[in-house]
């Protein structure tokens, strides 16, 4: 996302990042719970995209191009995996803005977990999520095939996959290109 608002500043257009859950607001600090069961959790990551929808309608009146990092989708994705019903999760979010374009970096879950252990972060750090996602590999692994489920399916915007084991610079230029496409359109 900061190589894309780069390129988008180089070209002179303005850009807004958000990222959910927004741990800065008193919605998204809450998500950071574990007590809650799947519906509450989910009620909260919603009500955490609610909250932004102002902020998000009034930057796109001004031309000002939204860059998100996750959105709706994942509330979707790792709520049904988890046996949220699905007609419930796209009935609570139904009213929020829809992205023009989503992409979706796709990446094999043993290559995120080795790339995290390749990583720089400080070991201690780097032993615990590692710990994490291989406790979580089985549900991580439904996460990926229900994203590409969605990515195939869903009507609402344009889906790009991208090829996550890839570099970063034949991510960013792939992405580039369909960004420089749409903004052409």
């Known amino acids: 996302?900061?190589?894309l608002r780069e390129k988008l500043s180089n070209i002179g257009k303005e850009t807004l990042i958000l990222s959910f859950p927004d741990y800065e607001n008193p919605i998204g600090r809450l998500t950071k719970k574990t007590e809650f069961d799947p519906y509450t959790q989910t009620l909260l990551f919603a009500a955490d995209r609610y909250f932004h929808q102002k902020e998000i309608l009034e930057a796109l009146k001004n031309d000002i191009v939204v860059l998100c990092n996750r959105y709706s989708y994942s509330n979707y994705v790792y709520q049904s995996v988890l046996g949220v019903d699905e007609g419930w999760?796209?009935?609570?979010?139904?009213n929020l803005i829809k992205p023009h374009i989503v992409f979706l970096i796709d990446v094999p879950v043993e290559i995120g977990i080795k790339r995290?252990?390749?990583?720089?972060?400080e070991e201690f750090v780097k032993k615990?999520?590692?710990?994490?996602?291989?406790?979580?590999?089985?549900?991580?692994?439904?996460?990926r095939r229900k994203y590409l489920e969605v990515a195939r399916s869903d009507d609402e915007a344009e889906w790009h996959i991208i090829d996550g084991t890839k570099t970063i610079e034949e991510i960013q230029a792939e992405i580039w290109k369909i960004v420089t496409k749409k903004l052409s359109e």
């Open 1 to 3: 996302i900061r190589l």
């Open 89 to 94: 999760l796209r009935e609570i979010e139904k």
């Open 116 to 121: 995290i252990r390749q990583s720089k972060i």
């Open 128 to 143: 615990e999520i590692v710990d994490r996602l291989e406790r979580q590999r089985d549900i991580l692994e439904k996460v």
